[in-house]
């Protein structure tokens, strides 16, 4: 069988040491490099040899920003992945980047490169698969829409993004589970922005209403229907005719109007309340619960036939799936408060990044994200943001050194500069990683590299590096 290709990288930067170094170092991780110095340059480089990633640099010397080259190869090309990096870190120059399709922003001099292959690796493979559907289907405009919606270029989302671009087209209903906050209405939007349907959305929260409040709501009622009910009014499924109706906390559905609802969905009719005429059901349902679907089945909570007429089940990642897009969100949450409320935050300190990637987001996930960063730009002192505005129950949760059982660190460490120090943290908690998972493969290298996500040289590389046999 032929070896898989490498990874096509077009390098746009103008510094000549840096863009030799870079090359060298990406050559060495086993992608295909085209360096160039400037944007005529690079738009040549990628009609002789079309890069699935390009990474660039936003001050070029003729005149062009990096900003307009990726829009113009994104433009010929909508299945290549662009990577800024920059030594102008302000959140405006970021917002720019991913408005105009960066997956990725980097601060230069990259200090990361564990974090930064990863993210080429997963762009490469993004590109890799979008050409693949481009040629199957030709829904590269459906791509498109799925990136604007669903943010991220985590493994995670990028399974989603598939889902929904399958699911999309299809006349089927979908049950989207995972935990509260994690973004199911957004999920919901992305289906139906990408569905083409003509009808409108409407979301439905179903938690805390009453028998005749989900029945007035959703299939509307005629006058007289109960006390105050003066005319005729058109219930949700009416007013999402050929479209899409996201029933929110479906889970929350009383046993009554679960039969109700099973029914509209088997027969595909509906009646207002006090109504004599059956309606036709052309709405697509979406529906979204934070509760275990198939506990609540099996303890009588939820009809089973119900369960299975709502359709095709979409697992929606919580924030700790996808920590990675993270500073992605960060940017974007900014963004969003900044317009909202006439504000001009445009940097993000490393140290906000790091912490914010690093804190327990289980609870509310992105919508606990996105509130940390509308308070920290609400009360920003200035044009960057502050550590010291992040809640405390939103710090990075502190790890104890080894050993050390007050919470001390070993005095062995606490007299290394910040490098040393990093370095003897990772060698703790970086090598018990990679041990343990030898250990759970019987020292099988290559399994252990599959659950790490790493190729296996990567990982042997780590095992050499914190002095681990195989």
């Known amino acids: 069988m032929d070896a898989e290709p490498k990874p096509r990288l077009l390098l746009v ?54 900003i307009d080259v990726m829009r113009e190869l994104k433009q010929r090309d909508g299945a290549v992945e662009c990577l800024i990096f920059t030594g102008d870190a302000s959140a405006g120059v970021a917002l720019e980047a991913y408005d105009a399709g960066a997956v990725e922003f980097f601060e230069k001099p990259i200090t990361d490169w564990n974090r930064f292959h990863t993210v080429l690796r997963r762009a490469a493979r ?21 990136r604007r919606f669903l943010v991220g270029s985590s493994r995670s989302m ?31 939007q992305a289906l139906h922005a990408a569905s083409g349907r003509r009808g409108p959305l409407e979301v439905v929260n179903l938690a805390g209403l009453n028998k005749h409040t989900i029945q007035a709501e959703l299939y509307g009622y005629e006058a007289g229907a109960f006390t105050g009910a003066a005319g005729r009014h058109k219930g949700a499924f009416e007013r999402t005719a050929d479209g899409t109706i996201v029933l929110d906390e479906i889970g929350d559905l009383d046993p009554d109007e679960q039969k109700v609802l099973l029914h509209v969905l088997e027969d595909r009719r509906f009646q207002r309340m006090m109504g004599t005429t059956a309606l036709p059901m052309t709405s697509r349902v979406v529906a979204c619960t934070h509760q275990d679907m198939d506990a609540m ?8 036939d119900l369960a299975n007429r709502l359709g095709i089940r979409v697992e929606v990642p919580g924030l700790d799936a996808r920590r990675e897009d993270i500073p992605q969100l960060i940017y974007l949450f900014l963004n969003a408060v900044n317009e909202r409320e006439g504000l001009s935050v445009r940097h993000v300190p490393t140290e906000v990044i790091e912490r914010l990637s690093h804190a327990d987001w289980s609870g509310e996930n992105l919508r606990g994200l996105r509130t940390a960063v509308e308070r920290m730009v609400i009360f920003a002192k200035g044009d960057a943001l502050d550590p010291e505005d992040l809640p405390a129950d939103r710090q990075a ?46 020292g099988n290298v290559s399994a252990a590299a599959r659950i790490a996500d790493l190729h296996g040289p990567n990982f042997r590389r780590l095992m050499n590096r914190f002095g681990i046999d195989g």
């Open 397 to 442: 949760p502190v790890v104890a050194a080894p050993g050390a059982d007050d919470g001390a660190l070993p005095e062995a460490w606490q007299q290394l500069a910040y490098r040393d120090f990093k370095e003897a943290v990772l060698a703790e908690y970086v090598g018990r990683y990679v041990r343990s998972l030898l250990e759970q493969t019987g």
């Open 126 to 146: 993004l590109a890799r698969l979008t050409r693949e559907n481009e040629a199957l289907s030709g829904r590269s405009e459906v791509g498109d829409i799925l």
């Open 297 to 304: 089945v099996q303890q009588g909570r939820f009809r089973a």
């Open 13 to 66: 930067e103008d510094d000549p040491i840096v863009r030799g170094t870079v090359a060298r170092t990406l050559g060495r991780m086993g992608y295909d490099v085209h360096p160039a110095a400037d944007a005529v340059e690079a738009l040549e480089l990628a009609v002789e040899h079309p890069p699935d990633v390009a990474l660039i640099d936003i001050g070029l010397p003729d005149g062009r920003s990096g």
């Open 158 to 188: 990028e399974n989603l993004r598939a889902q929904v671009e399958r699911l999309a087209p299809r006349n089927v209903h979908v049950l989207l589970l995972g935990p509260t906050g994690a973004g199911k209405t957004r999920v919901a």
